[in-house]
């Protein structure tokens, strides 16, 4: 446990940020998950609608800190060829 107000404090940040940290990359899972669905399901315009809202959640994410810019880069992309992917076949 800390002892010095500046670690005390630290520690309350860190949990603030925990949670904040939690939520945008819960979120961000929920809109790659829909836009996964949606494609398999034949669904292409709510598919990159929803990938589109996913896009955006990962650029501020990078933008909050929340993910690197790698990261998130990479997941979009990954995202965006199994979207083409699946509604090919």
Same mark, same amino acid.
């Given at each position: 446990? =800390? $002892?010095?107000?500046s670690?005390?404090?630290r $520690?309350?940040?860190? +949990?603030?940020? $925990?949670?904040? $940290? /939690?939520?945008?990359?819960?979120?961000i899972?929920?809109?790659?998950? !829909?836009?996964?669905?949606? =494609?398999?399901?034949?669904?292409?315009? !709510? =598919?990159?609608?929803?990938?589109?809202?996913?896009? /955006?959640?990962?650029?501020?994410?990078?933008?909050?800190?929340?993910?690197?810019?790698?990261?998130?880069?990479?997941? +979009?992309? /990954?995202?965006?060829?199994r +979207?083409?992917?699946? =509604?090919?076949?």
């Amino acid at each position: 446990m =800390a $002892n010095h107000a500046s670690a005390k404090k630290r $520690n309350r940040q860190n +949990i603030k940020r $925990n949670l904040h $940290n /939690r939520s945008a990359r819960s979120e961000i899972r929920t809109w790659v998950k !829909a836009s996964l669905l949606s =494609a398999k399901g034949g669904d292409l315009s !709510a =598919a990159q609608n929803s990938a589109k809202k996913a896009t /955006r959640l990962l650029d501020k994410a990078v933008v909050h800190g929340v993910l690197h810019k790698k990261n998130a880069k990479r997941r +979009i992309s /990954r995202l965006h060829r199994r +979207i083409v992917a699946l =509604a090919s076949q």
